[in-house]
Protein backbone atom coordinates (compact mmCIF):
# COMPACT_ATOMS: atom_id res chain seq x y z
CA UNK A 1 0.00 0.00 0.00
CA UNK A 2 0.95 3.53 -0.91
CA UNK A 3 1.41 6.20 1.51
CA UNK A 4 2.34 9.94 1.79
CA UNK A 5 1.50 11.45 4.98
CA UNK A 6 2.30 15.19 5.85
CA UNK A 7 2.56 17.18 8.74
CA UNK A 8 3.93 20.64 10.18
CA UNK A 9 1.64 23.31 8.75
CA UNK A 10 -0.05 25.88 10.33
CA UNK A 11 -0.01 29.51 10.56
CA UNK A 12 2.55 32.02 10.98
CA UNK A 13 3.40 35.39 10.77
CA UNK A 14 5.49 36.98 7.73
CA UNK A 15 8.68 36.33 7.81
CA UNK A 16 8.22 33.49 10.10
CA UNK A 17 9.30 29.66 9.41
CA UNK A 18 7.52 26.25 9.46
CA UNK A 19 8.73 22.69 8.85
CA UNK A 20 7.04 20.22 6.77
CA UNK A 21 7.61 16.40 6.73
CA UNK A 22 6.56 13.79 4.96
CA UNK A 23 6.62 10.26 5.96
CA UNK A 24 6.64 7.54 2.99
CA UNK A 25 5.64 3.99 2.84
CA UNK A 26 5.04 1.20 0.45
CA UNK A 27 6.43 1.76 -2.82
CA UNK A 28 6.64 5.42 -2.21
CA UNK A 29 9.77 4.65 -0.27
CA UNK A 30 11.48 3.61 -3.06
CA UNK A 31 10.53 6.58 -5.24
CA UNK A 32 12.97 7.98 -7.77
CA UNK A 33 12.45 11.34 -6.48
CA UNK A 34 10.21 13.12 -3.72
CA UNK A 35 8.35 17.02 -4.16
CA UNK A 36 6.34 19.55 -2.72
CA UNK A 37 3.93 21.39 -4.89
CA UNK A 38 0.96 23.82 -3.69
CA UNK A 39 -2.13 24.99 -4.66
CA UNK A 40 -4.34 28.14 -4.42
CA UNK A 41 -8.15 28.20 -4.63
CA UNK A 42 -8.86 28.92 -8.09
CA UNK A 43 -5.30 28.07 -9.38
CA UNK A 44 -3.65 25.14 -10.98
CA UNK A 45 -1.09 23.50 -8.24
CA UNK A 46 2.65 24.83 -8.97
CA UNK A 47 6.22 23.03 -8.14
CA UNK A 48 7.65 24.11 -5.04
CA UNK A 49 10.83 21.61 -4.53
CA UNK A 50 11.82 18.46 -5.29
CA UNK A 51 15.16 15.92 -4.43
CA UNK A 52 16.45 13.10 -5.64
CA UNK A 53 16.52 10.00 -3.72
CA UNK A 54 20.11 8.44 -4.35
CA UNK A 55 21.87 11.66 -5.75
CA UNK A 56 20.70 14.04 -3.34
CA UNK A 57 20.32 17.01 -6.12
CA UNK A 58 17.68 19.24 -5.44
CA UNK A 59 15.46 21.77 -7.61
CA UNK A 60 13.70 24.71 -6.26
CA UNK A 61 11.11 27.05 -7.95
CA UNK A 62 12.31 30.71 -8.28
CA UNK A 63 9.69 32.16 -5.88
CA UNK A 64 11.04 30.39 -3.18
CA UNK A 65 14.84 29.69 -4.05
CA UNK A 66 16.92 30.99 -1.23
CA UNK A 67 14.09 30.83 1.29
CA UNK A 68 13.02 26.95 1.34
CA UNK A 69 15.29 23.76 1.81
CA UNK A 70 13.95 20.30 1.16
CA UNK A 71 16.00 17.54 2.49
CA UNK A 72 15.31 13.76 3.03
CA UNK A 73 16.05 11.37 5.47
CA UNK A 74 16.15 8.08 3.36
CA UNK A 75 16.57 5.45 6.74
CA UNK A 76 12.92 7.27 7.72
CA UNK A 77 11.91 7.47 4.45
CA UNK A 78 10.99 11.36 5.54
CA UNK A 79 11.31 14.34 3.28
CA UNK A 80 11.62 17.63 4.34
CA UNK A 81 10.53 21.33 3.69
CA UNK A 82 11.84 23.98 5.57
CA UNK A 83 10.63 27.39 4.89
CA UNK A 84 11.97 30.09 5.96
CA UNK A 85 11.15 34.10 5.46
CA UNK A 86 7.93 32.85 4.52
CA UNK A 87 5.27 35.51 2.70
CA UNK A 88 1.70 35.98 2.34
CA UNK A 89 1.91 34.79 -0.58
CA UNK A 90 3.36 31.26 0.24
CA UNK A 91 -0.01 30.79 1.65
CA UNK A 92 -1.76 27.60 0.39
CA UNK A 93 -2.36 23.69 0.58
CA UNK A 94 0.93 21.86 0.24
CA UNK A 95 1.39 18.17 -1.16
CA UNK A 96 4.14 16.04 -1.09
CA UNK A 97 4.27 13.49 -4.24
CA UNK A 98 7.17 10.72 -4.79
CA UNK A 99 8.04 9.98 -8.27
CA UNK A 100 8.44 6.38 -9.24
CA UNK A 101 10.73 6.40 -12.34
CA UNK A 102 9.89 9.84 -14.31
CA UNK A 103 12.72 12.36 -14.88
CA UNK A 104 10.54 15.21 -14.77
CA UNK A 105 11.48 15.81 -11.12
CA UNK A 106 9.60 19.24 -11.54
CA UNK A 107 6.31 18.38 -13.25
CA UNK A 108 3.38 17.46 -12.10
CA UNK A 109 3.31 14.81 -14.87
CA UNK A 110 5.92 13.21 -13.20
CA UNK A 111 4.92 12.10 -10.09
CA UNK A 112 2.76 9.16 -9.44
CA UNK A 113 1.58 9.49 -6.01
CA UNK A 114 0.30 11.99 -3.56
CA UNK A 115 -0.46 13.06 -0.01
CA UNK A 116 -3.98 14.66 1.48
CA UNK A 117 -1.78 18.02 1.55
CA UNK A 118 -1.20 20.47 4.64
CA UNK A 119 -2.53 24.00 4.79
CA UNK A 120 0.12 26.82 5.17
CA UNK A 121 -0.92 29.89 6.40
CA UNK A 122 1.35 33.39 6.36
CA UNK A 123 -0.34 36.33 8.33
CA UNK A 124 0.41 39.65 7.00
Known amino acids: QVQLVESGGGLVQTGGSLRLSCAAS????????MGWFRQTPGKEREFVAAIRRISGITYYAGSVQGRFTISRDNAKNTVYLQMNSLKPEDTAVYYC?????????????????WGQGTQVTVSS
Open 26 to 33: GRASRSNS
Open 97 to 113: AANLASSYYTAILGYDY
